[in-house]
Nanobody, 126 residues
Framework: EVQLVESGGGLVQAGGSLRLSCAASGFTSGFTFDMYAIGWFRQAPGKEREAVSCIWNRDDSTYYDDTVKGRFTISSDNAKNTVYLQMNNLKPEDTAIYYC???????????????WGQGTQVTVSS
Protein backbone atom coordinates (compact mmCIF):
# COMPACT_ATOMS: atom_id res chain seq x y z
CA GLU A 1 0.00 0.00 0.00
CA VAL A 2 1.15 3.51 -0.79
CA GLN A 3 2.58 5.36 2.19
CA LEU A 4 3.20 9.10 2.39
CA VAL A 5 5.33 10.99 4.89
CA GLU A 6 5.31 14.77 5.05
CA SER A 7 8.03 16.96 6.50
CA GLY A 8 9.15 20.58 6.44
CA GLY A 9 6.42 22.32 8.36
CA GLY A 10 7.11 24.85 11.07
CA LEU A 11 6.63 28.37 12.34
CA VAL A 12 7.50 31.27 10.07
CA GLN A 13 6.80 34.98 9.97
CA ALA A 14 4.56 36.48 7.33
CA GLY A 15 6.49 36.96 4.11
CA GLY A 16 8.75 34.02 4.86
CA SER A 17 9.19 30.71 3.07
CA LEU A 18 8.95 27.00 3.79
CA ARG A 19 9.45 23.92 1.66
CA LEU A 20 7.30 20.89 2.37
CA SER A 21 8.34 17.41 1.29
CA CYS A 22 6.19 14.35 0.70
CA ALA A 23 8.16 11.11 0.53
CA ALA A 24 6.20 8.25 -1.04
CA SER A 25 6.74 4.50 -0.86
CA GLY A 26 4.91 1.18 -1.20
CA PHE A 27 4.22 1.30 -4.93
CA THR A 28 3.57 -1.92 -6.81
CA SER A 29 5.43 -2.90 -9.95
CA GLY A 30 2.40 -2.09 -12.07
CA PHE A 31 1.85 1.43 -10.73
CA THR A 32 4.99 3.30 -9.89
CA PHE A 33 5.43 6.75 -8.39
CA ASP A 34 5.73 8.42 -11.79
CA MET A 35 2.23 7.21 -12.71
CA TYR A 36 0.50 8.86 -9.75
CA ALA A 37 -1.06 12.23 -9.09
CA ILE A 38 0.23 13.73 -5.83
CA GLY A 39 -1.36 16.64 -4.10
CA TRP A 40 -1.11 18.95 -1.13
CA PHE A 41 -4.21 19.71 0.88
CA ARG A 42 -4.61 21.84 3.98
CA GLN A 43 -7.04 22.16 6.83
CA ALA A 44 -7.23 25.19 9.07
CA PRO A 45 -8.99 25.07 12.45
CA GLY A 46 -12.74 25.08 11.99
CA LYS A 47 -12.53 24.84 8.21
CA GLU A 48 -12.94 22.14 5.61
CA ARG A 49 -9.90 20.49 4.10
CA GLU A 50 -9.06 22.09 0.75
CA ALA A 51 -6.81 21.28 -2.18
CA VAL A 52 -3.80 23.56 -2.42
CA SER A 53 -1.75 22.18 -5.29
CA CYS A 54 -1.40 18.95 -7.25
CA ILE A 55 0.92 17.46 -9.82
CA TRP A 56 0.26 14.56 -12.15
CA ASN A 57 3.53 12.77 -12.74
CA ARG A 58 2.39 11.22 -16.04
CA ASP A 59 2.58 14.56 -17.86
CA ASP A 60 3.76 17.07 -15.20
CA SER A 61 0.45 18.91 -15.32
CA THR A 62 -0.18 20.99 -12.22
CA TYR A 63 -3.04 22.59 -10.35
CA TYR A 64 -2.97 25.50 -7.92
CA ASP A 65 -5.72 26.98 -5.83
CA ASP A 66 -6.25 30.66 -6.63
CA THR A 67 -5.18 31.66 -3.12
CA VAL A 68 -1.64 30.30 -3.64
CA LYS A 69 -1.00 30.98 -7.33
CA GLY A 70 2.23 32.90 -7.80
CA ARG A 71 3.41 32.08 -4.28
CA PHE A 72 3.54 28.25 -4.12
CA THR A 73 5.32 25.91 -6.52
CA ILE A 74 4.87 22.16 -6.66
CA SER A 75 7.53 19.88 -8.08
CA SER A 76 8.31 16.19 -8.25
CA ASP A 77 11.57 14.26 -8.08
CA ASN A 78 10.79 10.85 -9.55
CA ALA A 79 14.22 9.50 -8.64
CA LYS A 80 13.49 10.15 -4.96
CA ASN A 81 9.75 9.42 -5.05
CA THR A 82 9.25 12.81 -3.45
CA VAL A 83 6.99 15.77 -4.15
CA TYR A 84 7.85 19.22 -2.87
CA LEU A 85 5.77 22.31 -2.17
CA GLN A 86 7.81 25.49 -2.13
CA MET A 87 5.82 28.14 -0.29
CA ASN A 88 6.94 31.74 -0.60
CA ASN A 89 5.48 34.99 0.69
CA LEU A 90 3.53 33.11 3.33
CA LYS A 91 0.51 34.77 4.89
CA PRO A 92 -1.19 34.17 8.25
CA GLU A 93 -4.16 32.69 6.37
CA ASP A 94 -1.86 29.93 5.09
CA THR A 95 -1.73 28.56 8.65
CA ALA A 96 -3.05 25.01 8.60
CA ILE A 97 -2.13 21.35 8.76
CA TYR A 98 -0.81 20.40 5.34
CA TYR A 99 -1.46 16.89 4.08
CA CYS A 100 -0.01 15.01 1.16
CA UNK A 101 -2.30 12.70 -0.81
CA UNK A 102 -1.93 10.35 -3.76
CA UNK A 103 -4.18 8.80 -6.35
CA UNK A 104 -3.78 7.24 -9.79
CA UNK A 105 -5.89 9.86 -11.57
CA UNK A 106 -5.77 13.62 -11.09
CA UNK A 107 -9.54 13.99 -11.01
CA UNK A 108 -9.84 11.27 -8.38
CA UNK A 109 -7.10 12.95 -6.36
CA UNK A 110 -9.10 16.17 -6.21
CA UNK A 111 -12.37 14.40 -5.37
CA UNK A 112 -11.51 11.50 -3.07
CA UNK A 113 -7.89 10.38 -2.78
CA UNK A 114 -7.22 7.00 -1.21
CA UNK A 115 -3.79 7.61 0.26
CA TRP A 116 -2.95 10.26 2.85
CA GLY A 117 0.03 11.28 4.92
CA GLN A 118 -0.16 12.17 8.58
CA GLY A 119 0.12 15.91 8.02
CA THR A 120 2.58 18.64 8.97
CA GLN A 121 1.74 21.87 10.76
CA VAL A 122 2.46 25.21 9.11
CA THR A 123 2.03 28.30 11.25
CA VAL A 124 2.51 31.80 9.86
CA SER A 125 2.71 34.62 12.37
CA SER A 126 1.76 38.18 11.51
Amino acid sequence: EVQLVESGGGLVQAGGSLRLSCAASGFTSGFTFDMYAIGWFRQAPGKEREAVSCIWNRDDSTYYDDTVKGRFTISSDNAKNTVYLQMNNLKPEDTAIYYCAAERQLVQLLVHPRYWGQGTQVTVSS
